[in-house]
């Protein structure tokens, strides 16, 4: 029975659209203050670890996640690095300029 319902819910889920995106291409996004405590709590036991504490930048345009049921963004930030984010764990930042730094 259980096998059942969870495809039921999926099938469901796959046969609506995703919500619109929050972020686009382009646009400055930082972590959200859980997933930074979450990643300063993993720098203190992990001492070295680099982790984007920083504003970052969106490269591409989100893709939608039907496994995770969440919109996924590329982003980028100190000019060499990049990575991937949950919509749930970002919030909008400060615009980026040629000045910002990353």
Known sequence: MKIIKYYQSNYRMSNTS????KFHKGQAVRYNAKKRAEMFAYIREHPGARMP???LRIWAEPRWSSNNNTWVYEYEYD???EGTAYECDLELAEPLTRSTPF
């Open 18 to 21: 995703p919500p619109t995106p």
């Open 53 to 55: 504490t920083v504003n």
């Open 79 to 81: 000019w060499t690095s």
